[in-house]
């Protein structure tokens, strides 16, 4: 079996065609909210209580990813109206925190990043991985079918897989115009009109009023300038003018990031109702500018934050290395989510066809920007790598433990509500498929045990690793691909250094879009 120019083709010659996956991937075969739907009944019905936070003072974010797969009824040929369409959760996340720099460890052994899409996204690749040790075992139940390269696999032509998260991710696509109409008595914007994370989960919640009295520089004329490079000989001028909207406009016209919020400020302060609502702050993202780049302006109101940037995950006093959730699903879209290790035995990376967030404060401009736009001019990349068009949509339902539904069911109580110190990691895989972590490491572990494998996390560095390696070893020499065969390779590093056009579309995302980002010391990856 392999890929031909119209479609998969079989050992008989028949070829099924691709006429399925546009309709799946444009949502034309799901809505926002059944995939919605199907990601809360699977966290209220699948889960345990363990790992869930307390509803009378708790509250946590939801991610997972959810499989779309079409089959035509009978032999009538493919249509819209003759597809039988199924669609599974098969890895699901929980969590609002990270870890500082200070508790990382240099065997692999603790998760870095808790916060619940990049829980999911793990959760994700330790399903993957099990799909390619089924593909590897030619069992027809794989995701994956052979592709035309030795020892290379390719997803099914009739499958896509959606994201969802209930609530938009920390860092840029956070950075959403707060609107309020006129006739409304301007009041501190506080809390409870946040976007609905903590600074944990990379919102500060402290939405600053108009009368904020932090300081900014500014030049003789009241304005703040500053320059960006964009990495392709280009530069953004960044100005702000008082406590006007801050535009952000790239000099040559030609800006591919689109970062200003401008747009989609003018447009909600034509729009009428209660009076005319008129933008009098943004949200805010307790994400942090990357050190060495851009940084916030942090006037008060509409010029706090500059956008399109860069940003790494605040912690509690310790500074994590963990980039923002906007930032790594941009990267996702370049790059796939199955990362390097897996990439040795796919030709084409794994995309998403679309993003589903929950009901929260959400800007379809800012995650366009966020995820899309802002590596949108990339060119070079190597063959199967590509600038995606995910589907960016949302559904009207919420998360029943999302810290704005916690605070409407808290309304008359005193009690502080905090984030649950907990993550849940779901995979739809035979083996312990869940897994609860608290600081990076299983709920319960001791100090002591720090370290033991008891205290593993099943989607932490090492455990993926180990199971790769198992998978790597499942396979006769002959059949491995080119960039496994006859190497001496023995950690984490050499594996992901050795998936050549991964690091090759890697380097050039980083140098055309990504300059930033902040990437871990190689003594972190020098573990077997």
Same mark, same amino acid.
């Given at each position: 079996?392999?890929?031909?120019?119209?479609?998969?083709?079989?050992?008989?010659?028949?070829?099924?065609?691709?006429?399925?996956?546009?309709?799946?991937?444009?949502?034309?075969?799901?809505?926002?909210?059944?995939?919605?739907?199907?990601?809360?009944?699977?966290?209220?019905?699948?889960?345990?209580?363990?790992?869930?936070?307390?509803?009378?003072?708790?509250?946590?974010?939801?991610?997972?990813?959810?499989?779309?797969?079409?089959?035509?009824?009978?032999?009538?040929?493919?249509?819209?109206?003759?597809?039988?369409?199924?669609?599974?959760?098969?890895?699901?996340?929980?969590?609002?925190?990270?870890?500082?720099?200070?508790?990382?460890?240099?065997?692999?052994?603790?998760?870095?990043?808790?916060?619940?899409?990049?829980?999911?996204?793990?959760?994700?690749?330790?399903?993957?991985?099990?799909?390619?040790?089924?593909?590897?075992?030619?069992?027809?139940?794989?995701?994956?079918?052979?592709? +035309? @390269?030795?020892?290379?696999?390719?997803? /099914? &032509?009739?499958?896509?897989?959606?994201?969802?998260?209930?609530? %938009?991710? =920390? !860092?840029?696509?956070?950075?959403?115009?707060? +609107? @309020?109409?006129?006739?409304?008595?301007? /009041? &501190?914007?506080?809390?409870?009109?946040?976007?609905?994370?903590? %600074?944990? =989960? !990379?919102?500060?919640?402290?939405?600053?009023?108009?009368?904020?009295?932090?300081?900014?520089? /500014?030049?003789?004329?009241?304005?703040?300038?500053?320059?960006?490079? %964009?990495?392709?000989?280009?530069?953004?001028?960044?100005?702000?003018?008082?406590?006007?909207?801050?535009?952000? /406009?790239?000099?040559?016209?030609?800006?591919?990031?689109?970062?200003?919020?401008?747009?989609?400020?003018?447009?909600?302060?034509?729009?009428?109702?209660?009076?005319?609502?008129?933008?009098?702050?943004?949200?805010?993202?307790?994400?942090?500018?990357?050190?060495?780049?851009?940084?916030?302006?942090?006037?008060?109101?509409?010029?706090?934050?500059?956008?399109?940037?860069?940003?790494?995950?605040?912690?509690?006093?310790?500074?994590?290395?963990?980039?923002?959730?906007?930032?790594?699903?941009?990267?996702?879209?370049?790059?796939?989510?199955?990362?390097?290790?897996?990439?040795?035995?796919?030709?084409?990376?794994?995309?998403?066809?679309?993003?589903?967030?929950?009901?929260?404060?959400?800007?379809?401009?800012?995650?366009?920007?966020?995820?899309?736009?802002?590596?949108?001019?990339?060119?070079?990349?190597?063959?199967?790598?590509?600038?995606?068009?995910?589907?960016?949509?949302?559904?009207?339902?919420?998360?029943?433990?999302?810290?704005?539904?916690?605070?409407?069911?808290?309304?008359?109580?005193?009690?502080?509500?905090?984030?649950?110190?907990?993550?849940?990691?779901?995979?739809?895989?035979?083996?312990?498929?869940?897994?609860?972590?608290?600081?990076?490491?299983?709920?319960?572990?001791?100090?002591?045990?720090?370290?033991?494998?008891?205290?593993?996390?099943?989607?932490?560095?090492?455990?993926?690793?180990?199971?790769?390696?198992?998978?790597?070893?499942?396979?006769?020499?002959?059949?491995?691909?080119?960039?496994?065969?006859?190497?001496?390779?023995?950690?984490?590093?050499?594996?992901?250094?050795?998936?050549?056009?991964?690091?090759?579309?890697?380097?050039?995302?980083?140098?055309?879009?990504?300059?930033?980002?902040?990437?871990?010391?190689?003594?972190?990856?020098?573990?077997?």
């Amino acid at each position: 079996m392999g890929f031909g120019e119209r479609g998969l083709v079989t050992q008989y010659g028949h070829v099924i065609q691709f006429c399925l996956e546009p309709a799946l991937a444009s949502g034309a075969m799901w809505s926002a909210d059944e995939i919605a739907e199907l990601c809360y009944v699977h966290y209220r019905s699948r889960l345990p209580k363990q790992g869930k936070p307390d509803p009378k003072r708790e509250w946590t974010s939801l991610a997972a990813v959810v499989k779309v797969e079409s089959a035509t009824r009978g032999e009538v040929p493919a249509s819209p109206g003759n597809l039988q369409v199924t669609k599974e959760v098969v890895a699901l996340g929980t969590g609002t925190k990270c870890i500082g720099k200070n508790k990382m460890r240099k065997t692999g052994d603790i998760l870095n990043d808790s916060h619940a899409e990049i829980v999911a996204k793990r959760s994700f690749q330790r399903y993957l991985l099990h799909q390619m040790w089924l593909a590897a075992s030619y069992q027809q139940c794989s995701i994956f079918v052979p592709g +035309t @390269e030795t020892g290379k696999w390719i997803l /099914k &032509p009739s499958i896509v897989f959606v994201f969802f998260s209930s609530h %938009t991710p =920390c !860092g840029d696509a956070s950075i959403i115009p707060m +609107t @309020e109409p006129e006739n409304q008595f301007s /009041k &501190p914007v506080t809390g409870n009109n946040a976007a609905g994370q903590s %600074t944990e =989960c !990379g919102v500060n919640c402290d939405c600053f009023a108009p009368k904020d009295k932090r300081k900014s520089q /500014k030049t003789a004329s009241n304005h703040i300038i500053k320059r960006v490079k %964009t990495g392709n000989d280009g530069y953004f001028s960044v100005v702000t003018e008082d406590l006007t909207v801050q535009h952000v /406009k790239q000099e040559d016209d030609l800006n591919p990031k689109s970062c200003e919020c401008s747009a989609e400020v003018q447009r909600a302060n034509k729009e009428t109702g209660l009076g005319t609502p008129k933008v009098v702050d943004v949200y805010r993202t307790g994400a942090k500018c990357v050190p060495g780049e851009l940084g916030d302006a942090r006037v008060p109101g509409l010029g706090y934050h500059s956008v399109g940037l860069l940003r790494v995950k605040p912690g509690r006093g310790d500074r994590t290395c963990s980039m923002s959730c906007s930032d790594k699903m941009a990267r996702w879209n370049v790059l796939g989510c199955q990362g390097a290790l897996l990439m040795h035995f796919l030709q084409y990376p794994v995309y998403l066809s679309a993003v589903v967030v929950g009901k929260c404060p959400y800007s379809q401009e800012a995650m366009r920007r966020a995820v899309i736009e802002r590596c949108q001019h990339i060119s070079f990349l190597p063959n199967g790598f590509l600038t995606q068009e995910v589907k960016l949509v949302q559904s009207d339902l919420r998360f029943e433990h999302s810290r704005q539904a916690i605070q409407e069911f808290q309304t008359n109580s005193k009690t502080k509500l905090v984030p649950c110190g907990a993550a849940i990691s779901w995979s739809a895989v035979p083996e312990e498929p869940l897994d609860v972590t608290s600081d990076g490491v299983r709920q319960g572990t001791t100090k002591k045990g720090i370290g033991t494998h008891q205290s593993r996390s099943k989607i932490c560095k090492v455990e993926l690793f180990h199971a790769f390696q198992k998978l790597v070893t499942s396979i006769p020499q002959e059949d491995l691909p080119d960039t496994l065969r006859m190497k001496t390779l023995e950690t984490y590093w050499d594996y992901k250094e050795a998936a050549l056009n991964y690091q090759e579309a890697w380097k050039i995302l980083r140098s055309q879009a990504l300059s930033g980002w902040v990437k871990n010391a190689k003594e972190y990856l020098h573990f077997t």
